[in-house]
């Protein structure tokens, strides 16, 4: 079953991309976990974008976002397709970014609110690899 | 609708049911009918359809509303199909208002439907389709991003959004708890709920486990079978009939550029439903107290309580104090579902605002029976997308003449 979801999500992923789907994940595949920053005014959008929807410009650069956010929301899905149950998940708050889905890489026990988290990168399979966050103590 | 009344004459839904054994097509035709035998008016008088499918269940809706026109035996001049997550019924309602404001149509019918599929894969469907389906179907909606996160239904965002609201509002489960308990007493007295008959008390949250916390699961609604249909009418046929019209006071429509989750705001806030119902209620020209019997989409119990102060009906982290001392039911300060909402009438969602509507057009008509809000003259309706993401509300006031 779990190569069946890997797949199909793979595909589905690349069927649903924007201009940018394809940088991002090929990134997150080298370890590094990135978004555009418009040239002209400096925005920094999540998810990345091959425009600035602030300003309208084209000129735009890939940058690396920060190691470390803040522990936004949590919960966890007891029923998970996707990875081992319970999943747990959560929004960390990147600063001057936003809030960023990710997985949680603790038991939610251990969680709270206004935690320092830290990304690292959880490889699904060959194809598709995405970010995870732990709390650091 | 500043030049134009216009007025709801007719309204018609379904009982609220798991699953159902019929044709979903034969339950959107039966719908309709029931809808303009309400109206009191000839069936071939309707010359507009506009329709939201049950394009969460089914693939293939191409043209549903040809067919039915087809199937219904109507010429009519137009027919539409909307489609915007849970606001999806309340554009087909706003089609068919803005073909009669326009002169397109003199009456037009609006039906939303929806069906809870009873076997998933479906006969013949092996699981690999079925999960390359629903994979597909959940990545189109979360986009290629939060996509890969495994999210199924959006019960997840809810829960933090909740999460959220307690933590920087105040709130506690205990008040989630009464938003629940409230809607189920509403269902108590609507034969047509699908919690209609089952008791639901404070011992029995409190008792609950976390579903996905910090919702219990009776905090959410479910997803299920039922459709619903009104008739939208120009005031020349609507004051020709023997009957009460209830006309369309105010409408507002709200956007926050964010698809799912606010992402660069805050989760527990949604502008774009103040932002609503500041419109239609600056359209109506009323206050919200003068607000008697309001359906709001509230699909978890959190959310039904921050939607009643986006709204304007309590203030921020007060609501759930009032659901429990009773100023959303029937002797307080205003009727707050009186149908049993979503948690407790049930929740097939592309049906939704058009259940709201049949409810809130037999309670200003003096129809809603044991549910009945007394002297109820005027109704809010109340339809969201995304995570609240997108609003539309529409203020509709009983015929005073």
Known sequence: ?137 | MKNHKIAMIGAAMSPITKYIEEPIFDLARRTIEDAIVDAGIDRHSVDGLSITPPSLAYHNTAMFVSRLGEHLGISLKSLACTENGGCSAALALRWAIMEVALGQCDVAVALGVDQRLKEMPAPGETIEAFMDRSIHGTVAVYSSYDGAYGLGPPIPYYAMAAQRYMHEAGATKEDLAWAAIRLREHANKNPAAMFHNKALTIEDMNEATDFIPPLRLSDCSQFVTGAGAVVIANERVASSLNTTPVWLRGWGQSHHPSAFCNSSDNISRYPAVEASANQAFEQANVTRQDIDVAEVYGVFSATELMLCEEIGFFPRGKSGVAFKEGKTTYGGDIVIDPSGGRLSLGHPACATPMLEAYEIFKQLRGEAETRQVPNAKLGLLHAEHGMLNGSAISIWERDNA
């Open chain 1, 1 to 137: 079953m779990k190569a069946i979801i890997d797949s199909s999500t793979v595909r589905a992923i690349k069927f649903n991309s924007d201009g940018a789907t394809k940088h991002y994940y090929n990134a997150l595949k080298e370890g590094r976990f990135q978004s555009t920053q418009c040239q002209q005014c400096n925005h920094i959008p999540f998810p990345p974008r091959m425009f600035c929807p602030q300003c309208g410009s084209t000129d735009i650069q890939w940058i690396d976002l920060p190691k470390q956010g803040t522990l936004y929301a949590f919960t966890q899905q007891s029923r998970a397709l996707r990875f081992n149950a319970p999943d747990v998940i959560g929004l960390v708050s990147l600063p001057d970014i936003g809030m960023i889905l990710t997985k949680i890489d603790a038991p939610i026990e251990q969680l709270s609110i206004g935690q320092t988290v830290e990304w690292n990168t959880f490889k699904v399979d060959d194809r598709l690899t995405v970010h995870q966050f732990h709390p650091i103590t």
